[in-house]
T-cell receptor, first 116, second 109 residues
């Protein structure tokens, strides 16, 4: 079974430029998560989707971040414009159920973003 | 929301030794999940604990959930170089995982 796929794996951009990350969850998984992981810290949830609905986006900085999961399968996370402080690893995860509660989350390899 | 604190932040272990890392909360937790992240890798699920006092073992790893459900521990016996990485505990609050800062484990041969 293929795992969570993310692309690109690495991205270097200049500040104020836009950037987009793509995630394809494990086939059949209804819940999709985007996390931000800063160096030396645990992942922090940005947004959680149940199918195509964003059910928790309270931690997403909506002035510059946006996300979509139009058909309830793959998802895109966008930053526009990027700031220096956005340099981090962006992790996508998925879980099979519709609530995510007490479910195992399967993480993708992440996208390492460096903003110069 | 629920927050978990992990100690120690760093753990240097001689190969073959045992060590324990702890995850603490000031509030009662509904569950605890443990993840391992290898250097340069992504978090990988290890175990979930739900019941008060629950103990689960995976080969050399022993996970425990406290009786009051406010703390958890991960004990590794006979540490190997393959145990290198950061171990995170996380609590699930209605589908939202809140991670601790992790314990970074370095193993000296």
């Amino acid at each position: 079974e293929a795992g969570v796929v993310q692309s690109p794996r690495y991205k270097i951009i200049e500040k104020k430029q836009p950037v987009a990350f793509w995630c394809n969850p494990i086939s059949g998984h209804n819940t999709l998560y985007w996390y931000l992981q800063n160096l030396g810290q645990g992942p922090e949830l940005l947004i959680r989707y149940e199918n195509e609905e964003a059910v928790d986006d309270s931690q997403l900085p909506k002035d510059r971040f946006s996300a979509e999961r139009l058909k309830g399968v793959d998802s895109t996370l966008k930053i526009q414009p990027a700031e220096l402080g956005d340099s981090a690893v962006y992790l996508c995860a998925s879980s099979p159920g519709t609530s995510g509660y007490q479910e195992t989350q399967y993480f993708g390899p992440g996208t390492r973003l460096l903003v110069l | 929301g629920q927050q978990v604190m992990q100690i120690p932040q760093y753990q240097h272990v001689q190969e073959g030794e045992d060590f324990t890392t702890y995850c603490n909360s000031s509030t009662t937790l509904s569950n605890i999940q443990w993840y391992k992240q290898r250097p340069g890798g992504h978090p990988v699920f290890l175990i979930q604990l739900v019941k008060s006092g629950e103990v689960k073992k995976q080969k050399r790893l022993t996970f425990q959930f406290g009786e009051a459900k406010k703390n958890s521990s991960l004990h590794i016996t006979a540490t190997q170089t393959t145990d290198v990485g950061t171990y995170f505990c996380a609590t699930d609050s209605w589908g939202k995982l809140q991670f601790g800062a992790g314990t970074q484990v370095v193993v000296t041969p």
